[in-house]
């Protein structure tokens, strides 16, 4: 189990949570967190990829390089997952840093989070979260998700976004 929301001091980001917030206007709701740690790799991933989403990110996160070699669970982590370089480096961090969480919607990077009990959590996470701390309304939240395929590259299975919204809408 996690910590408690407001024990969350110190996350950790990959570009997918990064880049579908912002497509979702969003991405400030990162600011609810004390500090966010946006590696280098990922960095210049969300920069190619949705440089619009960087001048926010500018005002709410740090960009961060790591400093420490892998431990070797890390590096078994890593290659038993197949892991690019930006969820390498964010989970690198986490660990250098002790983060409190970490936001990627990667299954793989999920699941190699969970193997190394990092707790992990992505966009829809933080959607939900921001009802639970006030950032947003529940109408707010079942808006964005009922607009998330039209307007967010974030692959979900339909099947999954009607049992969040059913979720939501039960609040």
Not at 25 to 40: A, G, H, Q, Y
Not at 67 to 82: D, E, H, W, Y
Not at 97 to 119: H, P
Request: aromatic residues 4%; proline residues 3%; hydrophobic residues 45%.
């Amino acid at each position: 189990m996690g910590k408690a929301e407001h024990d969350i001091k110190l996350v950790i980001c990959d570009s997918g949570p990064i880049i579908h917030l912002d497509e979702l206007d969003s991405l400030i709701l990162l600011e609810d967190f004390s500090e966010v740690f946006i590696p280098d790799a990922v960095w210049k991933e969300v920069e190619h990829h949705r440089p619009e989403a960087i001048k926010i990110c500018k005002t709410i996160a740090k960009r961060i390089s790591h400093k420490k070699l892998m431990s070797p669970k890390l590096k078994a982590t890593v290659q038993l997952f197949s892991l690019h370089k930006g969820e390498i480096q964010a989970l690198k961090i986490v660990q250098e840093y002790n983060a409190d969480l970490f936001l990627t919607d990667d299954t793989a990077a999920r699941l190699a989070a969970g193997s190394l009990k990092i707790t992990v959590h992505g966009t829809l996470g933080i959607l939900l979260r921001a009802i639970r701390t006030g950032q947003r309304t529940k109408s707010e939240v079942l808006s964005v998700l009922n607009t998330l395929p039209q307007k967010s590259t974030l692959h979900l299975k339909a099947s999954l976004l009607r049992k969040i919204i059913k979720q939501v809408e039960e609040l």
